[in-house]
């Protein structure tokens, strides 16, 4: 069975841009969730869909988005780019609730 | 929210056995305890999950005592590829409530 696919793996972005990251999760799991992992704080969750619909959200500001479509795939998208952005976006999938989440390899973004 | 509290890091040597504790004393009732394993560059693997008592799997065993406010991972026999930062998370799933710590960072020597 195939992971957790991200693309693209690496992006370089100025400031004030947008950028759309791409998550496939693994066949059969319905839910998807995003993290963001930095050096000073660690993994931290964004948000988490399943079918379609973002069921949790975390503590980051409203330029962090993302959506789910039929087939499970998932988006996320950061508008207004900032410095503080740079990190590594990992996407994880899970089949429920209490089940194991299985990561992607993550997009390394860096904005200058 | 379930807040977890690891060593920062760990040294070991090729072959002996390694125990992680995590501390994770405000801990709910619904809660799961699952250990990730990161190696730089790549996202969190799955080790193991567990709920009570003792689970083991071709990779490691989780202790987990019956007040549930403490777990162990334990790394049987350690090899260099088992240097890696290890993440022990608690929750229910929901996902609002899942706090990575800091993680341990065990190195393996020769």
């Known amino acids: 069975k195939a992971g957790v696919t991200q693309t693209p793996r690496y992006l370089i972005k100025t400031r004030g841009q947008q950028v759309t990251l791409s998550c496939s999760p693994i066949s059969g799991h319905r839910s998807v969730s995003w993290y963001q992992q930095t050096p000073g704080q660690g993994l931290q969750f964004l948000f988490e869909?399943?079918?379609?619909?973002?069921?949790n959200k975390g503590n980051f500001p409203g330029r962090f988005s993302g959506r789910q479509f039929s087939n499970s795939r998932s988006e996320m998208n950061v508008s207004t780019l900032e410095l503080g952005d740079s990190a590594l976006y990992l996407c994880a999938s899970s089949l429920d609730r209490n089940s194991p989440l299985h990561f992607g390899n993550g997009t390394r973004l860096t904005v200058t | 929210l379930a807040k977890t509290t690891q060593p920062i890091s760990m040294d070991s040597y090729e072959g002996q056995e390694v125990n992680i504790t995590c501390s994770h004393n405000n801990i709910a009732t619904n809660d799961y305890i699952t250990w990730y394993q990161q190696f730089p560059s790549q996202g969190p693997r799955f080790i193991i999950q567990g709920y009570k008592t003792k689970v083991t799997n071709e990779v490691a065993s989780l202790f987990i005592p019956a007040d549930r406010k403490s777990s162990t991972l334990s790394l049987p026999r350690v090899s260099l590829s088992d240097t890696a930062v290890y993440y022990c998370?608690?929750?229910?799933?929901?996902?609002?409530?899942?706090?990575f710590g800091t993680g341990t960072r065990l190195l393996v020597s020769p």
């Open positions: 869909y399943f079918s379609e619909t973002q069921r």
């Open positions: 998370l608690v929750g229910d799933g929901g996902f609002q409530k899942l706090v």
